[in-house]
């Protein structure tokens, strides 16, 4: 192998070594490599890593609902004026309604879908509203970005056992691997402001509890 070519594996292995850091200091050798309760588990990039493989077909999941913040209420400038659409693998779902806790290896994975048509096109009133048939409102268009939450005690322990990950605030495609965000960035919030295991399990609650079943089903079942 010519030295240059050497030099740059080096370069990149020895950079990719301070990135892993991040303020996750867990001990690289019980980082998890797999997660009892889970079928479509976290990828890492290498299993002493925090450097996570975007999960793929995220659509598929359980969907738990869509949190949403409009510029029109945020000043026009909200953060992320997008639908927040939060899917999780579905054997994390069937797991927290068994035992009322998400299992370690839980991914959410948070697609940002903007608002159909902006400001100034035809339409659109000035608060970003226009009119569907079912009256005037806010209607999902392009998606727009791709953020995801592992749970892993073995990585992420200094932020109550959750990993942030960020893979792109644009129209797809997203990145394909994405190192844990900073606690700063990322968990900080979640740990100040989410009401449950760093969730925010209150917006997701009606999706996550089984309908009641009519009586007479009941009875059959
Ligand atoms: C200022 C606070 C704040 C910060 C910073 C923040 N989040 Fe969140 N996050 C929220 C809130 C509030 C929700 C739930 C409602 C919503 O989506 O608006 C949420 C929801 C999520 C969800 C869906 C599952 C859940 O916990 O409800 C994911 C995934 C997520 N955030 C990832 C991230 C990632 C990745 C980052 C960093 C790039 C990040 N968050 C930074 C406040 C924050």
Redesign the pocket.
Known sequence: MKTTKKLLILAIASFSTVVVASDYKGDRSKFATEYKNIVIEPQWVDSDTIELVRPLNVRRWVYLGA?F?PHALNGNKAN?PEF?N?YVQEEAFQHYRDHGVWPEGTM???ELQLVDRAVGEEGVQKDGSRYEPSGRGYFPGKVNGM???VKDSTRFSESKNWG???FGHHAPPYKVSSVA?SIG??AG??IA??DED???MK?YRPLVEPLELPEALKITH
Do not use: I, L
């Open positions: 949190p913040t992320f927040h939060v959410m994975a948070k953020d995801v939450a942030y990950f960020n965000a960035e990322c919030c979640h402001n989410a760093m969730v925010y917006m």
